[in-house]
């Protein structure tokens, strides 16, 4: 069978009854799905001869003998030995890794920047990524780093993947297409997309340009985070994060496959498309959520809780309680507490936090903090309202007031965040971002009760 189809028709699976069109629900499900009917073998994983003369092969996101072990059986027209060729290394010289300290640069800071403009040359998803921040080790598996996407142009007979990490993809701008091997994910702004480690996929524009953020996950694979008090419901919930139905090409053209591994980049050429799974099953495959859907919780009496309670996703470092990476979101939502200042308190904190602003504005940071910029605040670096948001907060009448027009989420990691080279002397920074809190007056006196 020799199909041409076109890069924008893959031969997709019919939805499952009662699904969203293209995807599957639910959150580490163990799911199904054929492209073309009979392509999957049932009750076994690797039959002697498979239908349509088909490979099965076998995709594991960990260790044989995990608990839960992760993996997805697929079956494809060729195995993957057959899209993989002798190696070139290559440089995409503004893709960094960790660690990777630069002597030249200071990351001990607090830190804000403007959104990063668009490049007048095209830029495909592997030249448009702009690396802001690393933290950890890639090749110890520990860490992440933070990358600004700007994608102008769709990648032609070219794909990629990263042995090194999952991606966490946040959109501000434009929308794009991630042709995967086990199917299709079309993002927009307000939604995210994670893209396991070892998938290939390629990457196409929808409507451009687009920008947005990327959190590259060296470390345990995310996962909802333990609810405990707050209980079964709430927060993300698993039914609305969704997994693309299987969908293939049978293209034979010279292609281009990338792979990122150990922080470096190497190609080979191959003669087809590598998108040509036309049956999966399994619990690791690519998904997509849309933050609309989160449920927040808060404070109902008084206080201002701790950020944690806005965890979409977290990503375990080993150490109880203290994730490798948290992916944490401020989106709409109605504040009622009393007697409390209601926006986040002056902290200094173990974890180093990088924010970026999806849409609207950020109720600790008024002025300044725009969509599509991010700000840094690293580890044990004090930082927290400026005096607008602390005046306006400590003076305004508490009744209940809804915060609307507003998105902004936080990547939050154990490890110090080093600047990259783009980070520190290319990347729009805001040089003044220091001095937001300058005008911060005394306000002491020694009076009992002054307020």
């Known amino acids: 069978m020799n199909r041409p189809i076109d890069p924008h028709k893959m031969v997709q699976a019919a939805s499952p009854t009662g699904t969203t069109e293209g995807y599957m629900p639910g959150f580490g499900n163990d799911f199904e799905t054929e492209a073309l009917p009979g ?12 239908n349509y003369g088909l490979y099965g092969e076998q995709l594991s996101g960990t260790a044989f003998t995990a608990h839960p072990p992760e993996r997805t059986w697929t079956y494809r027209i060729r195995p993957s030995v057959k899209h993989s060729a002798r190696y070139t290394k290559i440089d995409l010289p503004y893709w960094k890794s960790a660690p990777n300290v630069d002597p030249d640069v200071t990351s001990l800071g607090q830190y804000r920047w403007d959104p990063v403009p668009y490049a007048e040359e095209k830029l495909t998803w592997l030249t448009g990524m702009r690396t802001m921040t690393t933290a950890g080790d890639v090749n110890t598996q520990v860490g992440m780093a933070s990358h600004v996407y700007l994608v102008s142009a769709s990648m032609q007979d070219e794909y990629f993947y990263s042995a090194d990490s999952e991606l966490l993809v946040v959109p501000q701008e434009g929308r794009l297409r ?64 969704k997994a693309p139905v299987a969908a293939f090409e049978d293209r034979e053209t010279p292609s281009t496959l990338t792979i990122k591994w150990c922080g470096q980049f190497y190609q080979t050429k191959i003669g087809q498309s590598p998108l040509d799974v036309v049956a999966w099953h399994g619990n690791y495959a690519p998904y997509k959520y849309d933050l609309r859907a989160y449920c927040p919780v808060g404070a109902i009496l008084f206080d201002h809780p701790d950020p944690s309670i806005f965890t979409v996703l977290t990503a375990p470092s080993g150490v109880p309680g203290t994730a490798n990476i948290d992916f944490v979101l401020f989106r709409e939502r109605w504040m009622v507490a009393e007697n409390t200042f209601r926006p986040p308190w002056y902290h200094k904190n173990i974890m180093s936090e990088l924010m970026g602003n999806i849409y609207g504005q950020y109720d600790a940071k008024p002025q300044g903090f725009v969509p599509g910029g991010m700000s840094l605040h690293n580890m044990m670096l004090p930082h927290g309202p400026d005096k607008n948001a602390f005046e306006g907060a400590s003076n305004s009448n508490l009744g209940p007031e809804k915060l609307e027009n507003t998105m902004s989420f936080m990547f939050e990691t154990r490890f110090p965040q080093h600047l990259t080279a783009f980070a520190a002397k290319e990347a729009p920074l805001q040089d003044d971002y220091i001095d937001c809190w300058s005008d911060i007056e005394k306000k002491f006196d020694g009076t009992p009760g002054t307020k």
């Open 39 to 50: 392509a999957l073998p049932q009750g076994m994983n690797s039959p002697q001869k498979c």
């Open 178 to 241: 991630f042709a995967t091997e086990l199917g299709i994910l079309d993002l927009e702004p307000k939604e995210i997309a994670i893209l396991p480690r070892g998938l290939v996929y390629r990457v196409e524009v929808l409507e451009g340009p687009a920008r947005g953020f990327v959190c590259e996950n060296y470390g345990q694979k995310f996962e909802l985070p333990a609810r405990g008090p707050i209980g079964a419901n709430a927060m993300a919930n698993p039914r609305d994060f």
